[in-house]
């Protein structure tokens, strides 16, 4: 399975429309840093020159200590670009392999694959590819975006007493506020396994639906159905599902019961799918 696989991996990660996502992601970071890092780094350039003038005597100072990196991270920042950046993510993270199993189906060319391995291993493949492609798409803007902003902006000290991210509620605010590096690749890691899990519903698309396009956006309906269900049903004003709530800043600890059940279903979904199709009896994929 390991040569499949990295065939797999190829296709997924080699080809045109993967670099055309990163150029996209690129420039909606670029588009959030200069809307909003570089006025600060400028800020900063003021504030040192300040500090210069007034002879380091800080109570001569006109210019208070500006933001940092940190607060300026996507991750954390509410923005119009973090909203169109989460809007666009299921869509982005399946351009670049999400149609690839049901292309092959309807080309007939999955077969000539399976001449020389099993239904199992062609599957795992697939899953593994999907979610891997997934999750590289979701996590490189926030990893961009805090690459950029500690290139630009000096990495504040952070404290609970003059917080300015969130509340001790929120998850993970205690790793923050101990080792906020850290805490960044915790984010990082989390936003590659839940987008990895959501582009894993192109495996499902590609047997329950009968358009390449339709099958392409179907990790971004179950993520948008998704949302409006539970905003209008379950938690009206608050965001607990899924893929909202890998939002990580936005999330506080008692929703993790609620977050850890719908989970758990999505994931038997698609384990469901993958086992069923692997069992499956006959040529037929």
Known sequence: ?????????????????????????????????????????????????????????????????????????IGFNYCKQRVVLYAVLPILAAIPYGTSLYTEKRSHYAY?????????????????TLFVSGGVVGA???LLSFLINAALIPLEQVSTVTSQFFSSNTIFSDLFYKAPILYIVVFLI???????????????????????FVVAIFPF???FVARVIEESIFSPGREITPWFSFKI???????????????????????????????KKGDEL
């Open 221 to 223: 309906v179950i993520y």
């Open 249 to 279: 800043a936005d999330v506080y600890k008692v929703d993790i019961v609620k977050i850890i059940p719908m989970m758990i279903i999505i994931l038997l979904i698609i384990v469901g799918v993958y086992l069923f199709k692997c069992r």
């Open 140 to 142: 490189f803007p926030f």
């Open 1 to 73: 399975m390991s040569k499949m696989l990295k065939n797999e991996l190829y296709k997924a990660f080699i080809n045109k429309r993967f670099l055309i996502v990163l150029l996209i992601e690129t420039f909606l970071i670029l588009w959030y840093t200069i809307g909003e890092a570089i006025p600060v780094m400028n800020d900063h350039v003021k504030f040192v020159n300040d500090y210069i003038y007034a002879g380091r005597n800080m109570e001569k100072m006109t210019n208070r200590l500006p933001l940092g990196a940190y607060y300026l991270w």
């Open 190 to 212: 989390l936003t590659f396994i839940c987008f990895g899990i959501l582009n894993c519903f192109c495996f499902v698309g590609a047997y329950l639906l009968d358009n390449k």
């Open 112 to 128: 000539h694959l399976l001449m020389n391995s099993s239904k199992r291993k062609y599957y795992t493949s697939k899953l593994l």
